[in-house]
């Protein structure tokens, strides 16, 4: 079943948070001037059945674990596929095209461009402005990138947009996708392309200690929150060794680099225009069984005023959610394609 083992995970977290909550629901109640006491003893019980249920649990997973030790022992089994080979290997100096996002960020993706134009094997910036009103296109235009101009309000819409802009450059090899911001730093570029020889799609990673600068939007429950929905998208692609096909813990860092025949092949099937679009590209490159690693990167303070998740707890929260469900429920809606696929109507790009 689709999603079968993140919903048995959040089923049990979620009983483990309402056993927990019982405890003190039963205490308020037996303090109380009324006769409570068959609603305490009541959930005394139901608070006994779920700890029991949680404790059998936790004796059955390792009774699992230490059979699965064994069995790897005695059979060895190579879970790791290698990358794709498929003629879409990169060469030791990959080209690269950056696509930077941006909607009214004009100073913060101004530098960003001149920060990653610089960077060795970049070929090209292009920053997808996303109807800003300030002066975003005309500043990231001098700075030295191509400006193009996506009409469909959204995160996920100037992510597909970029990167469907990035794979019509013919001679790039590979392509980055960034936000301007002022959050990434054109100097880790360089791991993304030390890592792309071994894997379809190289993805940041923002939850590691000492790489989070202080006062960043990567806040404890930013850290928490990616790191859990991170695990969700893990249990859908299993793997027991690794705890996952693909050893994720963040779930929503844009700072990404794919292969061109990569990107072509996932291209289509790249639906979500808001901010869940990065699991959603996680999630289908791992439909497409790509291959994905995650390095650790820098993650500075936001220059400007976050208009995504980050606005708010409760904007993080309903974008949190948004993801959930999306790692549950998503399969693309075009049949499976394995040969060359072809780009759709709507991230089609015109002739450069
Ligand atoms: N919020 C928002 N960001 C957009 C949109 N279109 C493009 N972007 C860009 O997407 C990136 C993410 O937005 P940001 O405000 O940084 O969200 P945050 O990272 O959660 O703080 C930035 O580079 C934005 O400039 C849009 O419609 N809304
Ligand atoms: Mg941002």
């Known amino acids: 079943m689709r999603g079968g083992r993140a919903i048995v995970a959040l089923t049990v977290v979620l009983l483990a948070v309402l056993g927990a909550a019982l405890h003190p629901l039963a205490f308020i109640l037996s303090v109380l001037p009324v006769d409570t006491r068959q609603l305490v003893a009541a ?26 030790t064994f069995r790897g022992r005695l059979v060895r089994k190579v879970s790791a596929r290698p990358p794709t080979d498929d003629g879409s290997m990169v060469p030791a100096q990959p080209r690269v095209v950056v696509a930077v996002t941006a909607y009214n960020d004009a100073q913060a993706t101004a530098d960003t461009v001149r920060d990653f134009i610089r960077q060795p094997g970049v070929i090209e910036v292009l920053v997808i402005d996303n109807n800003s009103t300030d002066r975003t296109a005309e500043l990231a235009a001098k700075a030295g990138a191509r400006v193009i101009h996506e009409p469909r309000q959204g995160y996920g819409y100037a992510c597909i947009r970029g990167l469907a802009e990035g794979w019509s450059v013919p001679s790039a090899d590979v392509v980055a996708l960034v936000e301007g911001d002022g959050t990434f730093a ?17 993805v940041g990673n923002r939850v590691v200690r000492g790489l989070v600068e202080p006062g960043s939007q990567m806040d404890h429950f930013f850290t928490w929150g990616n790191m859990a929905v991170a695990f969700l998208l893990r249990l859908r692609f299993w793997d027991s060794q690794f705890l996952g096909v693909a050893t994720i813990s963040d779930v929503g860092c844009t700072f990404r680099v794919i292969r061109r025949q990569a990107l072509e092949k996932i291209l289509p099937d790249l639906t979500v225009g808001g901010y869940h679009f990065s699991p959603h590209m996680m999630l289908v490159a791992l439909l497409h069984q790509l291959t994905l690693l995650e390095i650790p990167i820098t993650f500075r303070r936001r220059v400007g005023r976050s208009k995504g998740a980050s606005q708010s707890i409760w904007k993080g929260l309903a974008v949190g959610m948004a993801m959930i469900w999306h790692i549950l429920t998503f399969s693309p809606k075009r049949p499976r394609v394995t040969a060359r696929a072809s780009l759709p109507e709507e991230v089609a790009v015109g002739p450069r």
């Open 186 to 202: 054109g100097d880790d570029l360089k791991k993304f392309l030390a890592y792309i020889g071994q894997a379809d799609m190289v």
């Open 43 to 68: 959930l005394t019980e139901a608070r006994v059945f779920i700890f029991n249920l949680l404790a059998w649990g936790i004796v059955a997973l390792v009774v699992v674990m230490v059979l699965f």
